[in-house]
């Protein structure tokens, strides 16, 4: 059974710090790992998607890797900003060990960049 | 481009009374299509989800049902609403090759169960 864990659950920095959230998963055979934003009272926004072959991924001041063998995925904002304030979840779907329709979604991490 | 509509965007509803949430999907066919429930402080729980018109798959027994009556219509129901019942309702959807692609989601509706 594919667990996703997000550590921290929370974190609050500096505006223009460097920072990485961090995904662990259980099941190592997924096909792929994303990445997802939530601003309060709103849907999720994917901001990255890692296949399973693939290392990292980026896009703009966001870094994602991705490392099977040990289960772990790392988000990287560079020179953080206030606008970067959100839950920033992590979502394995379902893998070759599972089958189904079912996306295993970590609780998230609470971002909060002070100006 | 794809779009993604749910609607009411908040409902305040009492005890008992029935519901019904609509997600609607723009711009693709065939969708996979998903409801999800997060409720306060916790994380997204998969509710409903269908492969194609008629196609509802169930993930978690409550009072809660799902309906396709069109391929990019997907329909929230309940008959009898509980307190618990109470939470954010995201609607989601993904291409049928939902291994390499992401899931897209609406823009979400609050229920308020008094």
């Known amino acids: 059974k594919q667990e996703v864990t997000q550590i921290p659950a929370a974190l609050s920095v500096p505006e223009g710090e460097n920072l990485v959230l961090n995904c662990s998963f259980t099941?190592?055979?997924?096909?792929?790992l994303q990445w997802f934003r939530q601003d309060p009272g709103k849907g999720l926004t994917s901001l990255l998607l890692?296949?399973?072959?693939?290392r990292e991924q980026t896009s703009g001041r966001l870094n994602a890797s991705l490392d099977k063998s040990s289960g772990r995925s790392t988000l990287y904002i560079a020179a953080s900003q206030p606008g970067d304030s959100a839950t920033y979840l992590c979502a394995v779907p379902p893998g070759l060990n599972t089958g189904g329709f079912k996306t295993i979604f970590g609780a998230g991490t609470r971002l909060f960049v002070k100006a | 481009s794809q779009t993604i509509h749910q609607w009411p965007a908040t409902l305040v509803q009492p005890v008992g009374s029935p519901l019904s949430l609509e997600c609607t999907v723009e711009g693709t066919s065939n969708p996979n299509l998903y409801w999800y429930r997060q409720a306060a402080g916790r994380g997204l729980q998969l509710l409903f989800y269908s492969v194609g018109i008629g196609q509802i798959s169930s993930e978690v027994p409550q009072n809660l049902s799902a309906s396709r009556p069109q391929d990019r219509q997907f329909i929230l129901s309940s008959k009898k609403l509980l307190l618990s019942d109470s939470g954010f309702y995201l609607c989601?959807?993904?291409?049928?090759?939902?291994?390499?692609?992401?899931?897209?989601f609406g823009p979400g509706t609050r229920l308020t169960v008094l």
């Open positions: 890692i296949q399973s072959s693939q």
């Open positions: 099941d190592s055979a997924i096909y792929n």
């Open positions: 989601a959807w993904s291409s049928a090759s939902y291994h390499t692609d992401t899931q897209y």
